[in-house]
């Protein structure tokens, strides 16, 4: 079945560490996002890449890197320059960047700090 | 600035009866809508859109109006079930700029229907 995996599904970080959380899509699909749900939230855009070798920066971006060197992997890597971590985070993928086609999501990672 | 608000954080109704539930938005230049149906510990699915250009649009027991004088959408499901039980995200898209591709998300509407 094509869709998302985000792994893991649980993880805890240490205060000063960096950590990175995965994103793996088999949809053939161009365009890939990384989004942070806080409660009583909406999604906010972390960062997001058109294609395989671009990406920017979404509208919460302090604190995070990315990077796109296959088509299929986009992961986040939450730096310790991040102050408030703690949050669900979610990755997407759709056809391309400028069609109206929706965004398909995988099922989010929970990051917490021990 | 939240330029895509659900004023609702919460809504409750009977198995079988219709769910109404509402999104506002500020930027006139938004030309697509979507709505987002989310389980706990799951991401978002994808569950009905509407464009700029139109004023309804129906897929089964879900149907989402939009009116663009108010700057206001709505989701209708008709009839509820308890299996839509769930938090309701709606999203805008802004094409031709910088922004193209970009959802903005609404905080989302947690719908509980009771059996």
């Known amino acids: 079945d094509g869709g998302i995996t985000q792994s893991p599904k649980y993880l805890f970080r240490k205060e000063g560490q960096n950590v990175t959380l995965s994103c793996e899509q088999n949809l053939n699909h161009d365009a890939m996002y990384w989004y942070r749900q806080d409660p009583g939230q909406g999604l906010r855009l972390i960062y997001y890449s058109q294609i395989v070798n671009d990406f920017q920066k979404g509208d919460i971006a302090e604190g995070y890197s990315v990077s796109r060197e296959k088509k299929e992997s986009f992961p986040l890597t939450v730096t310790s320059a991040q102050k408030n971590p703690t949050a669900f985070y979610l990755c997407?993928?759709?056809?391309?960047?400028?069609?109206?086609?929706?965004?398909?999501f995988g099922d989010g990672t929970r990051l917490s700090i021990l | 600035d939240q330029q895509v608000k659900q004023n609702s954080p919460s809504l409750s109704v009977q198995e079988g009866r219709i769910s109404i539930l509402n999104c506002d938005y500020t930027?006139?230049?938004?030309?697509?809508f979507l709505w987002y149906k989310k389980y706990p510990a799951e991401g978002p699915t994808f569950l009905i859109s509407i464009s700029s250009i139109k004023d309804k649009n129906e897929d089964g027991r879900f149907t989402v109006f939009l009116n663009k004088s108010a700057k206001h959408l709505s989701l209708h499901i008709v009839p509820s079930q308890p299996g839509d039980s769930a938090v309701y995200f709606c999203?805008?898209?802004?094409?031709?700029?910088?922004?193209?591709?970009?959802?903005?998300f609404g905080q989302g509407t947690t719908l509980q229907v009771k059996p």
């Open positions: 997407a993928s759709s056809i391309d960047f400028n069609s109206n086609q929706p965004q398909h």
């Open positions: 999203a805008a898209i802004r094409y031709g700029s910088s922004n193209t591709g970009k959802l903005i």
């Open positions: 930027n006139s230049m938004f030309d697509y």
